[in-house]
Every structure is written in structure tokens, then in C-alpha cells.
């Protein structure tokens, strides 16, 4: 739409005078021959680095969670537990937000973890937190760096304190899971709550390994840092005139809002958040730049999902087998606990 104002603008037209469907006319008609021209630039060199980048990025991903996994002694190896994260990288790139994809994970996990469904879903969750609360804390780090950028617009000042609003309510639920103190009482005047009571004990299993913790947090911190650096490697074939420290507080900003769960994987949301951050005061990119930096790395992403519908189309079968034989241990291990509770 900016860019379809722009063409307006340059054929004397008042683009506020103007339908809302003679303005998407002209945004259809001018936008993308703009838009193909920047895709252009783009050297199949820079986008095969920022393609590894992206593959860093799941590596790493799968490796948090096998960590946290192992923690739980759930007894899937890494390789499993790659495979499965690449079933969740498919199922992200189309539904809702950027966390559709973590209930398969948890479909899948539960198969291969025997009578140990509840703990893998807590990893599951605790994977997800962990990782939304370290890029939520790097976006912090750089508020600093780039206070007169942010100050310099009054939707990025919106959008920052949005974000830590986000990275509180997520530290907040972390520290109550797992002290199990506020949520355990509540729990405790509610019947039929054994499930969730389960959970919140493999939440303080979890949190009994500090090291595991600091591992994972880590692996989180340098998984940021190649998220950083593939959108650097884009910017730069792009031509945009963009610093790393500036990418650094605006890509993971937008990564973190895009993920809830609001359009599938969260396309538009990503886009529009782009062109308005990157189109304001002291940056001014152009709209076509600014949204071919989204859709080149999204691209980037979506070829990893491609290699994960090969994973998924491999493991489909026998998973209900898995499921349902996990369910069966999964009650006996309940009988098991309430004979033990009776004595």
C-alpha cells in the first residue's frame, strides 16, 4: 500500500481521496514489478549463506530441546528429536502465529516417549518460554544502543513496550512453573487436577538442572545471534542501508509479536511490522525493500519446511501405534501412583 501512494503521488492523485479498491488497484499494479526489481539484487551466493543461517537456527533449536528432553530422561536421542523438530518447522510455515508446528512436536514426542507423555509436553512448553524469553531479553539489550531510533517514532516507542510487556508476563509464568508455589496452591482447590499437577512437577524437575538451564539459554542467545546474521547477509544484497546493532533490536522485536498466534505463520503481520519499523524516521527504506527483506528470509525459512514435510511424510506411519501404546503405559503409571498414594 505505501508503495501504491507512492504511484499515486507521482500521478497527481490524492491517495486519502481515493476507494479503498481503486487503492489496492494501484498497489496491485505498481507494487509488484517494484518489488521483482529488488529481488533482483538478491546473488544466489547471499541467499545460500542466509539459507544456512537459517538451518543454524533449527540445528540449535533441536538441540534446546533435546537438552531439555534429556533432562527429563524421556529417551529420545537427537536425531529423533531433529526430526521431529523439522516435522514442527513444516507445520509452522502454515499455521497460526510461529508456534503452531511446537503441537506436533508434542504429538510426535509423546510417541516416542512411552509412559512420559506429560513431562515431553512440559519440554515442550518449557522450550517454547525459554527460547521467546532469551529473544525477548536480546531485544532488551539493545534498546540502549538504539534509544534515539526508537524515540524518533511513536510506533516504535508502542512496539518496544509491547515487547516488554511480553518478556515479563513470560518471565513471570517461568519463575511461578517452576517454584510451583502460586499455581500449586491454586491447584490444590480444584479437583481432578493430577495432570496439570504432573506437569508442574516435571516443570520443578526442569528447574532443578540449573546447568541445563544455562545451557539452553545459551544455545537460545547464539540461535538469536544467526537469526541476526542471516537478515544482515539479506539487508546487505538488498542494498539496505541498515547496521547489524540496528537489525539486532528490530528483528527479533518482530519475530516475537509475529509468533502469537494470529495470522498463519504469521504472514502480513511480519510484513506490515517491516515496512512500518524500517519505513520511519532515520532509517526511511523504501516499502519494497523493507517487505522483500521479510519475504527473502521467509523464503529462506520455507525451504526448511520443505525439507521437513520429507521428514513428516516419512514418519507418519506407525505413529499411532506409538500413541496409543503410550497412552496404555501412560494409565498404568497413573494406577501405579494412586495404589502408592493409597498406601
Same mark, same amino acid.
Given at each position: 500500500?505505501? !508503495?501504491?501512494? /507512492?504511484?499515486?503521488?507521482?500521478?497527481?492523485?490524492?491517495?486519502?481521496? @481515493?476507494?479503498?479498491?481503486?487503492?489496492?488497484?494501484?498497489?496491485?499494479?505498481?507494487?509488484?514489478?517494484?518489488?521483482?526489481?529488488?529481488?533482483?539484487?538478491?546473488?544466489?551466493?547471499? +541467499?545460500?549463506?542466509? @539459507?544456512?543461517?537459517?538451518?543454524?537456527? %533449527?540445528?540449535?533449536?533441536?538441540?534446546?530441546?533435546?537438552?531439555?528432553?534429556?533432562? !527429563?530422561?524421556?529417551?529420545?536421542?537427537?536425531?529423533?528429536? &531433529?526430526?521431529?523438530?523439522?516435522? #514442527?518447522?513444516?507445520?509452522?510455515?502454515?499455521?497460526?502465529?510461529?508456534?503452531?508446528?511446537?503441537?506436533? /512436536?508434542?504429538?510426535?514426542?509423546?510417541?516416542?516417549?512411552?509412559?512420559?507423555?506429560?513431562? %515431553?509436553?512440559?519440554?515442550?512448553?518449557?522450550?517454547?518460554?525459554?527460547?521467546?524469553?532469551?529473544?525477548?531479553? &536480546?531485544?532488551? =539489550? +539493545?534498546?540502549?544502543?538504539?534509544?534515539?531510533? $526508537?524515540?524518533?517514532? /511513536?510506533?516504535?516507542?508502542?512496539?518496544?513496550?509491547?515487547?516488554? #510487556?511480553?518478556? &515479563?508476563?513470560?518471565?513471570?509464568?517461568?519463575?511461578?512453573?517452576?517454584?510451583?508455589? $502460586?499455581?500449586?496452591?491454586?491447584?490444590?482447590?480444584? *479437583?481432578?487436577?493430577?495432570?496439570?499437577?504432573?506437569?508442574?512437577?516435571?516443570?520443578?524437575?526442569?528447574?532443578?538442572?540449573?546447568?541445563?538451564?544455562?545451557? %539452553?539459554?545459551?544455545?537460545?542467545?547464539?540461535?538469536?545471534?544467526?537469526?541476526?546474521? !542471516?537478515?544482515?547477509?539479506?539487508?546487505?544484497?538488498?542494498?539496505?542501508?541498515?547496521?547489524? =546493532?540496528? @537489525?539486532?533490536?528490530?528483528?527479533?522485536?518482530?519475530?516475537?509479536?509475529?509468533?502469537?498466534?494470529?495470522?498463519?505463520?504469521?504472514?502480513?503481520?511480519?510484513?506490515?511490522?517491516?515496512?512500518?519499523?524500517?519505513?520511519? *524516521?532515520?532509517?526511511?527504506?523504501?516499502?519494497?525493500?523493507? $517487505?522483500?527483506?521479510?519475504? %527473502?528470509?521467509?523464503?529462506?525459512?520455507?525451504?526448511?519446511?520443505?525439507?521437513?514435510?520429507?521428514?513428516?511424510?516419512?514418519?507418519?506411519?506407525?505413529?499411532?501405534?506409538?500413541?496409543?501404546?503410550?497412552?496404555?503405559?501412560?494409565? !498404568?503409571?497413573?494406577?501405579?501412583?494412586?495404589?502408592?498414594?493409597?498406601?
Amino acid at each position: 500500500m505505501e !508503495q501504491g501512494a /507512492k504511484a499515486a503521488l507521482q500521478m497527481g492523485s490524492n491517495w486519502e481521496e @481515493l476507494t479503498r479498491w481503486e487503492q489496492w488497484g494501484i498497489a496491485w499494479f505498481y507494487g509488484p514489478p517494484v518489488l521483482w526489481e529488488v529481488f533482483r539484487t538478491i546473488s544466489p551466493w547471499g +541467499f545460500l549463506f542466509s @539459507l544456512l543461517c537459517v538451518g543454524m537456527t %533449527v540445528v540449535l533449536g533441536a538441540w534446546r530441546w533435546y537438552l531439555l528432553l534429556k533432562a !527429563q530422561h524421556a529417551g529420545i536421542s537427537f536425531w529423533r528429536t &531433529f526430526e521431529i523438530t523439522m516435522i #514442527g518447522q513444516f507445520f509452522n510455515s502454515f499455521l497460526l502465529g510461529a508456534t503452531g508446528g511446537d503441537i506436533l /512436536k508434542a504429538w510426535y514426542g509423546m510417541g516416542d516417549a512411552k509412559n512420559q507423555r506429560t513431562e %515431553v509436553i512440559t519440554t515442550v512448553i518449557g522450550d517454547r518460554l525459554v527460547g521467546l524469553l532469551s529473544m525477548l531479553f &536480546f531485544t532488551i =539489550i +539493545f534498546i540502549l544502543p538504539n534509544l534515539e531510533l $526508537l524515540l524518533a517514532d /511513536k510506533r516504535r516507542i508502542i512496539l518496544i513496550l509491547f515487547t516488554m #510487556g511480553m518478556f &515479563f508476563c513470560c518471565l513471570i509464568f517461568l519463575v511461578m512453573a517452576g517454584s510451583r508455589g $502460586l499455581l500449586s496452591k491454586i491447584l490444590n482447590y480444584l *479437583p481432578k487436577m493430577h495432570k496439570i499437577e504432573r506437569a508442574l512437577e516435571a516443570c520443578d524437575k526442569m528447574f532443578r538442572h540449573r546447568v541445563v538451564l544455562a545451557e %539452553v539459554f545459551l544455545i537460545s542467545m547464539v540461535l538469536n545471534v544467526f537469526c541476526i546474521l !542471516q537478515f544482515f547477509i539479506i539487508a546487505y544484497d538488498l542494498q539496505i542501508s541498515i547496521r547489524a =546493532i540496528q @537489525l539486532a533490536l528490530i528483528v527479533p522485536m518482530i519475530i516475537c509479536i509475529s509468533s502469537l498466534p494470529i495470522t498463519p505463520s504469521g504472514l502480513g503481520v511480519r510484513e506490515n511490522l517491516y515496512v512500518i519499523i524500517l519505513g520511519g *524516521p532515520l532509517l526511511q527504506i523504501e516499502p519494497a525493500q523493507a $517487505l522483500a527483506l521479510s519475504l %527473502v528470509a521467509y523464503m529462506g525459512y520455507l525451504c526448511w519446511s520443505a525439507l521437513g514435510a520429507f521428514f513428516y511424510l516419512l514418519c507418519r506411519q506407525g505413529i499411532h501405534h506409538k500413541i496409543e501404546f503410550a497412552s496404555t503405559q501412560d494409565r !498404568q503409571s497413573e494406577s501405579s501412583r494412586k495404589i502408592e498414594s493409597a498406601k
